[in-house]
Nanobody, 128 residues
Framework: QVQLVESGGGSVQAGGSLRLSCTAS????????MGWFRQAPGKEREGVAT????????YYSDSVKGRFTISQGNTKNTLYLQMNSLKPEDTAMYYC?????????????????????WGQGTQVTVSS
């Protein structure tokens, strides 16, 4: 496991943009993928986007495809989520996560069970 710290959340009007950042305490070879999840009050945590740390393959939920972009920094221990055309339904706590279980990932990249390291979260609020 590694320590993950998110930043960049805030309040924005619908149609606006935000960029979230996540920094890992150290990059290790045991991290195969990093991603972003979100959880709104009263709802389950859902996968938003994930990237393989080697090769850069990306995965997005249908609800954010075409609006959000996940990327890595040059050192691979930094993760970004560029969020454009934000909607009120994007309002949630956003969490950075990392994992290294290929078979769990293959079963479901969007399942929280596929990740073993989590940040504390950063709030995103989109007003109409």
């Amino acid at each position: 496991q590694v320590q993950l710290v998110e930043s960049g959340g805030g309040s924005v009007q619908a149609g606006g943009s935000l960029r979230l950042s996540c920094t890992a305490s150290a990059y290790t070879s045991s991290i195969y993928y990093m991603g972003w999840f979100r959880q709104a009050p009263g709802k389950e945590r859902e996968g938003v986007a994930t990237i393989w740390t080697t090769g850069g393959s990306t995965y997005y939920s249908d609800s954010v495809k075409g609006r959000f972009t996940i990327s890595q920094g040059n050192t691979k221990n930094t993760l970004y989520l560029q969020m454009n055309s934000l909607k009120p339904e994007d309002t949630a706590m956003y969490y950075c996560a990392a994992g290294g279980d290929f078979w769990e990932f293959r079963r479901s990249w969007a399942s929280p069970a596929s990740y073993n390291s989590w940040g504390q979260g950063t709030q995103v609020t989109v007003s109409s």
